[in-house]
């Protein structure tokens, strides 16, 4: 008989009530119709990830050290809990932005379950322990995404952005999946606690392995030169829906590459630095670059989160236990500011019924206070103003890129800083310094729907981000628990 | 440990908050305003009283870690030469809220409190005493002066805010990467504990961020935008207070902290300072209006007080330090005018302007006494700060102060040709015959700065004596500020 390991329910737990919440949604596309349906679905999809947030806590807070359990299949540790807590909030919030989106009725219901589905994948992938759990779990999130791309079949764009992840995507998978049987058949081993002590590290074919499994990670993070799908799939894909991937799967990815370096290729780490530290660069200058000519409002923001991906990855590059905090630390105001704005376009392309542009933005901050301020907050917050946490995290990182000898990487981060400062204060100029009179277009006609729900919603980012600014010690002293699961 | 720094900087960020919520009319709103700032001035008068003039170190301090693994802090106090500083934007900052609100800007609610936003940040600036805060408080300002400007502003303000923010967040950004590599070099971010520096690139790092925003020759591109497009009360504040935060930069962080490039460097600054001086006062002689002439000579007393801080020796930081809180309250309250004559004949050009002492005592009497301190004449406290100015840079070699010396020559004559360019001379097309005399308004905003301009020149002392504790300011300096 073959022995069966021990199944550590509570380190699943997340990632299964999460399920759970998936499975549930699709009861209530059955048993409910109309007005029950929008509010019922809703309210399950948020339960299901406040539930999964309240459970990745308790995981965090029971598991003081943490360890690779289940035949070294998953990890239960500080580190996956904090990435898991924080890919729960994000799909919390991208409930409260989905609101309000006018969804086809039938198709509603399914969409907060694929949304569900999304972060019980994510939040699974982020406590892979092993090649196999690893490739399983980028699936799982990934196909959800692709439908949730897509879902939308009266927004034009839509299917095509669907299509174009999927395709994009599945290569990205398939270079992971190459890369870790590459890795797989030189050291013959998943797990990768066992793949670094294998000890084929100056092997050609690992290295190789390595290199496209970095890719493939790349892709999911969309760091350039991997991240050609992304405008198009950002601004195709309904804004809610862009919300959560620009968040959450950003987190995701670079959570579980961080982890993956570190612990099955340490005796590599000369040579994954460099290609790190090669993709950061060229993130940071291809974002950056391309974003200033872009109009339409989610095309910047989309190259945006390219060139953050680049900062996000300075910090990988430095490889050292600043740089895991530093990282970590910097997931928390990104998401929330990539959130909120994202949260804000939606908003605007609700009340104009059109793609939002730099120009159809005209007189926005003086209509709708709140919005307008709060994407003040967070276009400052990209750039790294402070009074947004946006600037402890870029000094966080550049900190570390310091520590580990490359103080180069901050000469390109603060280059690339003085690019961007251009588009993001750009959509503030369109916002406040140009008069509604200057619209394009005419609102839809009427009062702007008031939409309490998204403006909960932005409210949270926003206190997310300047609370990052000023409560830095709290939030550095949870990111360097969650950093010591790490080998470092 | 004193809150009354902490307060100095949260007092109007404080009010901000609260004329962002208030149900108030926009008139409401300004008082509001108008009364926070002038509790702000009072707050600063009890600070004065609080104060040691005779202790060269740090006072009124305040410290609470903010986070302590890269060893940064919440780190506040003043030392004599900023709490004369702090006077001077409290002051400045005063006379510009009540000017907006005199003339009843559109959209008060948010512009009341970016104006008071942005006192918080200066005051900030020039308190803190632990890098990060300083930077933070330093790219702070940049926030709301970027709405004010490019919503308030004139016909170009668009070009004008992108050029201004392009400039200074450059020149912070090259700020960022030295702060961060000197700080981690220190293991500490706290200004009163790291050690000197002799590395060039740190320090040209600190020294371009302070040049942009002073600004210096080759430095200046964004100015003449910048301060013709602003309203006029904020074309006050960037030359009276923001760009003096340059300034204080200089003597705050490189001179005491980088002894030895800024020995290296000496005669490079010192040069561009001359040119600065120089080339200011003949743009602003050229110059056809009235604000252009006010703005080109905030270039070249930039260059004077650079030419005072990098002399080296006690004549020179003194007069320094005099000078920044003269030319801060002078160029405001020139700003102000300007302002004033161009809401009366919707112009500022010189050539279209004239004649307009004629029936209007209360302005002859405000432009002449103001234009007079600004051309430095003897027994001014402009005159006084020169000339310490001078006396120090002469030290280093007699041909200094013979640049020095001739700009004065020239500031006399660019600053005579704009007030009879607009008091004398025949009445100007623009100047129509309803134009009013100053109302008691605009009096109440000019006539305060001109009264500590008087004051001051009976006793330009109070400062230049008292702004480094016992007068040697060279080896408070040289040690480092402790």
């Given at each position: 008989?073959?022995?069966?390991?021990?199944?550590?329910?509570?380190a699943l737990s997340p990632s299964l009530e999460l399920l759970?919440?998936a499975?549930?949604?699709?009861?209530?596309?059955?048993?409910?119709?109309?007005?029950?349906?929008?509010?019922?679905?809703?309210?399950?999809?948020?339960?299901g990830f406040?539930?999964a947030f309240?459970l990745a806590?308790?995981v965090g807070?029971?598991?003081?050290?943490g360890?690779?359990?289940?035949?070294?299949s998953i990890y239960r540790d500080r580190y996956a809990a904090l990435a898991q807590l924080l890919v729960a909030a994000c799909g919390a919030i991208a409930v409260?932005?989905?609101?309000?989106?006018?969804?086809?009725?039938?198709?509603?219901?399914?969409?907060?379950?694929l949304l569900a589905a999304a972060g019980a994948g994510m939040i699974f992938f982020v406590q892979a322990a092993n090649l196999m759990t690893l490739f399983l779990g980028l699936e799982w999130f990934s196909i959800a995404l692709y439908v949730m791309t897509?879902?939308?079949?009266?927004?034009?764009?839509?299917?095509?952005?669907?299509?174009?992840y999927?395709?994009v995507g599945?290569?990205g998978s398939?270079t992971l999946l190459?890369?870790s049987?590459?890795?797989?058949?030189?050291?013959?081993?998943?797990?990768f606690?066992?793949?670094?002590?294998?000890?084929?590290?100056?092997?050609?074919?690992?290295?190789?392995?390595?290199?496209?499994i970095i890719v493939g990670l790349a892709f999911k993070a969309s760091a350039?030169?991997f991240h050609?799908w992304t405008?198009?799939v950002y601004?195709?894909a309904?804004?809610?829906v862009t919300s959560f991937m620009s968040s959450a799967t950003k987190i995701a990815a670079l959570a579980v590459t961080y982890r993956l370096l570190l612990t099955a290729?340490?005796?590599?780490?000369?040579?994954?630095?460099?290609?790190i530290?090669?993709i950061?660069?060229?993130s940071?200058?291809?974002?950056?670059?391309?974003?200033?000519?872009?109009?339409?409002?989610?095309?910047?923001?989309a190259?945006?989160s390219v060139?953050q991906a680049g900062f996000m990855l300075?910090a990988i590059?430095?490889?050292?236990?600043?740089?895991v905090?530093?990282m970590l630390f910097y997931l928390i105001p990104y998401s929330a500011m990539s959130l909120?704005?994202f949260?804000?376009?939606?908003?605007?392309?609700?009340?104009?019924?059109?793609?939002?542009?730099?120009?159809?933005?005209?007189?926005?901050?003086?209509?709708?206070?709140?919005?307008?301020?709060?994407?003040?907050?967070?276009?400052?917050?990209?750039?790294?103003?402070?009074?947004?946490?946006?600037?402890?995290?870029?000094?966080?990182?550049?900190?570390?890129?310091?520590?580990?000898?490359?103080?180069?990487?901050?000469?390109?981060?603060?280059?690339?800083?003085?690019?961007?400062?251009?588009?993001?204060?750009?959509?503030?100029?369109?916002?406040?310094?140009?008069?509604?009179?200057?619209?394009?277009?005419?609102?839809?006609?009427?009062?702007?729907?008031?939409?309490?729900?998204?403006?909960?919603?932005?409210?949270?980012?926003?206190?997310?981000?300047?609370?990052?600014?000023?409560?830095?010690?709290?939030?550095?002293?949870?990111c360097?628990?969650a950093a010591?699961s790490l080998?470092? | 440990?004193?809150?009354?720094?902490?307060?100095?900087?949260?007092?109007?960020?404080?009010?901000?908050?609260?004329?962002?919520?208030?149900?108030?009319?926009?008139?409401?709103?300004?008082?509001?305003?108008?009364?926070?700032?002038?509790?702000?001035?009072?707050?600063?008068?009890?600070?004065?009283?609080?104060?040691?003039?005779?202790?060269?170190?740090?006072?009124?301090?305040?410290?609470?870690?903010?986070?302590?693994?890269?060893?940064?802090?919440?780190?506040?106090?003043?030392?004599?030469?900023?709490?004369?500083?702090?006077?001077?934007?409290?002051?400045?900052?005063?006379?510009?809220?009540?000017?907006?609100?005199?003339?009843?800007?559109?959209?008060?609610?948010?512009?009341?409190?970016?104006?008071?936003?942005?006192?918080?940040?200066?005051?900030?600036?020039?308190?803190?005493?632990?890098?990060?805060?300083?930077?933070?408080?330093?790219?702070?300002?940049?926030?709301?002066?970027?709405?004010?400007?490019?919503?308030?502003?004139?016909?170009?303000?668009?070009?004008?805010?992108?050029?201004?923010?392009?400039?200074?967040?450059?020149?912070?950004?090259?700020?960022?990467?030295?702060?961060?590599?000197?700080?981690?070099?220190?293991?500490?971010?706290?200004?009163?504990?790291?050690?000197?520096?002799?590395?060039?690139?740190?320090?040209?790092?600190?020294?371009?961020?302070?040049?942009?925003?002073?600004?210096?020759?080759?430095?200046?591109?964004?100015?003449?935008?910048?301060?013709?497009?602003?309203?006029?009360?904020?074309?006050?504040?960037?030359?009276?207070?923001?760009?003096?935060?340059?300034?204080?930069?200089?003597?705050?962080?490189?001179?005491?902290?980088?002894?030895?490039?800024?020995?290296?460097?000496?005669?490079?600054?010192?040069?561009?300072?001359?040119?600065?001086?120089?080339?200011?006062?003949?743009?602003?002689?050229?110059?056809?209006?009235?604000?252009?002439?006010?703005?080109?000579?905030?270039?070249?007393?930039?260059?004077?007080?650079?030419?005072?801080?990098?002399?080296?020796?006690?004549?020179?930081?003194?007069?320094?330090?005099?000078?920044?809180?003269?030319?801060?309250?002078?160029?405001?309250?020139?700003?102000?005018?300007?302002?004033?004559?161009?809401?009366?004949?919707?112009?500022?050009?010189?050539?279209?302007?004239?004649?307009?002492?004629?029936?209007?005592?209360?302005?002859?009497?405000?432009?002449?006494?103001?234009?007079?301190?600004?051309?430095?004449?003897?027994?001014?406290?402009?005159?006084?700060?020169?000339?310490?100015?001078?006396?120090?840079?002469?030290?280093?070699?007699?041909?200094?102060?013979?640049?020095?010396?001739?700009?004065?020559?020239?500031?006399?004559?660019?600053?005579?040709?704009?007030?009879?360019?607009?008091?004398?001379?025949?009445?100007?097309?623009?100047?129509?015959?309803?134009?009013?005399?100053?109302?008691?308004?605009?009096?109440?905003?000019?006539?305060?700065?001109?009264?500590?301009?008087?004051?001051?020149?009976?006793?330009?002392?109070?400062?230049?004596?008292?702004?480094?504790?016992?007068?040697?300011?060279?080896?408070?300096?040289?040690?480092?500020?402790?």
């Amino acid at each position: 008989m073959i022995a069966t390991p021990h199944v550590d329910w509570l380190a699943l737990s997340p990632s299964l009530e999460l399920l759970g919440a998936a499975g549930l949604l699709l009861m209530v596309a059955v048993f409910t119709s109309g007005r029950t349906r929008k509010l019922c679905a809703a309210a399950v999809g948020f339960g299901g990830f406040a539930g999964a947030f309240a459970l990745a806590i308790v995981v965090g807070a029971r598991t003081p050290d943490g360890a690779a359990i289940m035949s070294d299949s998953i990890y239960r540790d500080r580190y996956a809990a904090l990435a898991q807590l924080l890919v729960a909030a994000c799909g919390a919030i991208a409930v409260l932005i989905s609101y309000g989106e006018q969804w086809r009725d039938e198709h509603l219901a399914e969409y907060y379950a694929l949304l569900a589905a999304a972060g019980a994948g994510m939040i699974f992938f982020v406590q892979a322990a092993n090649l196999m759990t690893l490739f399983l779990g980028l699936e799982w999130f990934s196909i959800a995404l692709y439908v949730m791309t897509a879902i939308d079949i009266d927004l034009i764009g839509s299917l095509e952005a669907g299509l174009k992840y999927l395709i994009v995507g599945a290569v990205g998978s398939a270079t992971l999946l190459f890369g870790s049987a590459l890795v797989y058949g030189i050291t013959g081993e998943l797990s990768f606690n066992q793949i670094a002590a294998a000890g084929h590290a100056h092997d050609a074919m690992l290295v190789v392995g390595l290199a496209m499994i970095i890719v493939g990670l790349a892709f999911k993070a969309s760091a350039a030169p991997f991240h050609m799908w992304t405008p198009d799939v950002y601004q195709g894909a309904p804004t809610p829906v862009t919300s959560f991937m620009s968040s959450a799967t950003k987190i995701a990815a670079l959570a579980v590459t961080y982890r993956l370096l570190l612990t099955a290729f340490p005796a590599d780490e000369h040579l994954w630095r460099w290609a790190i530290a090669a993709i950061a660069c060229t993130s940071l200058a291809w974002g950056n670059i391309a974003a200033l000519v872009q109009k339409n409002v989610k095309r910047i923001l989309a190259y945006s989160s390219v060139s953050q991906a680049g900062f996000m990855l300075i910090a990988i590059a430095a490889a050292n236990s600043l740089g895991v905090r530093a990282m970590l630390f910097y997931l928390i105001p990104y998401s929330a500011m990539s959130l909120g704005a994202f949260a804000v376009v939606a908003a605007r392309e609700r009340e104009l019924g059109a793609p939002v542009t730099l120009d159809n933005l005209s007189g926005f901050g003086w209509e709708r206070p709140l919005l307008g301020i709060s994407m003040w907050v967070f276009m400052l917050g990209m750039l790294g103003f402070p009074l947004t946490g946006g600037f402890i995290a870029k000094f966080y990182v550049f900190s570390a890129a310091y520590e580990a000898g490359w103080w180069w990487l901050i000469v390109v981060g603060v280059i690339a800083t003085m690019i961007s400062a251009y588009f993001y204060l750009g959509i503030v100029r369109s916002m406040y310094l140009r008069d509604a009179a200057e619209l394009q277009l005419a609102p839809a006609g009427g009062s702007p729907p008031r939409e309490v729900v998204l403006q909960a919603g932005v409210l949270i980012c926003v206190v997310v981000t300047v609370v990052s600014f000023f409560a830095v010690q709290p939030l550095i002293d949870v990111c360097r628990a969650a950093a010591s699961s790490l080998p470092i | 440990m004193s809150w009354l720094t902490t307060i100095l900087i949260l007092l109007p960020i404080g009010g901000a908050l609260l004329v962002a919520i208030a149900p108030l009319s926009s008139y409401g709103l300004g008082s509001l305003a108008a009364l926070v700032s002038l509790i702000e001035v009072a707050v600063w008068i009890t600070a004065v009283g609080k104060f040691d003039f005779g202790n060269p170190s740090l006072q009124l301090s305040q410290q609470v870690s903010w986070f302590a693994d890269l060893h940064v802090s919440y780190y506040v106090g003043v030392y004599a030469f900023s709490l004369w500083i702090v006077g001077m934007t409290v002051v400045v900052m005063a006379a510009c809220v009540i000017y907006g609100w005199w003339v009843g800007r559109d959209r008060g609610r948010a512009y009341f409190a970016l104006m008071l936003m942005l006192t918080g940040a200066i005051v900030g600036v020039f308190t803190a005493q632990d890098l990060i805060l300083f930077y933070a408080f330093f790219e702070a300002m940049l926030i709301p002066l970027y709405i004010l400007i490019g919503v308030w502003g004139g016909p170009g303000r668009l070009r004008a805010t992108q050029l201004f923010v392009i400039y200074t967040v450059v020149g912070s950004l090259l700020m960022l990467a030295a702060i961060i590599v000197y700080g981690l070099q220190e293991g500490t971010f706290n200004l009163t504990e790291m050690g000197p520096s002799s590395s060039t690139w740190l320090f040209l790092g600190f020294v371009v961020a302070f040049a942009i925003k002073s600004p210096l020759f080759p430095l200046h591109g964004w100015l003449p935008e910048t301060y013709r497009e602003s309203p006029p009360e904020v074309s006050a504040v960037l030359s009276g207070v923001v760009s003096k935060a340059g300034l204080y930069g200089l003597l705050r962080i490189v001179i005491p902290k980088f002894p030895g490039p800024v020995h290296d460097w000496r005669i490079v600054l010192l040069v561009l300072a001359s040119i600065s001086l120089v080339y200011g006062a003949l743009l602003a002689f050229r110059a056809p209006d009235f604000r252009g002439v006010v703005m080109y000579s905030s270039l070249s007393q930039a260059g004077l007080i650079v030419l005072g801080l990098f002399a080296g020796n006690d004549l020179g930081f003194d007069g320094a330090v005099l000078q920044i809180v003269n030319h801060g309250l002078i160029s405001a309250s020139l700003f102000l005018i300007a302002g004033m004559v161009e809401r009366r004949c919707s112009t500022g050009e010189l050539r279209l302007l004239g004649g307009m002492a004629r029936g209007r005592p209360a302005l002859a009497t405000v432009v002449m006494a103001v234009g007079v301190i600004a051309l430095a004449v003897p027994l001014s406290t402009a005159f006084a700060g020169e000339f310490l100015i001078l006396a120090g840079v002469f030290q280093q070699g007699w041909w200094w102060g013979v640049i020095g010396a001739a700009a004065m020559v020239l500031a006399a004559m660019y600053m005579l040709r704009a007030i009879s360019g607009v008091l004398h001379q025949d009445v100007g097309p623009a100047v129509p015959d309803s134009a009013l005399d100053l109302r008691l308004g605009e009096l109440a905003v000019v006539v305060p700065l001109l009264v500590c301009l008087l004051g001051l020149s009976a006793w330009p002392n109070l400062i230049s004596g008292h702004a480094f504790g016992g007068n040697h300011a060279q080896s408070v300096i040289a040690k480092g500020l402790p």
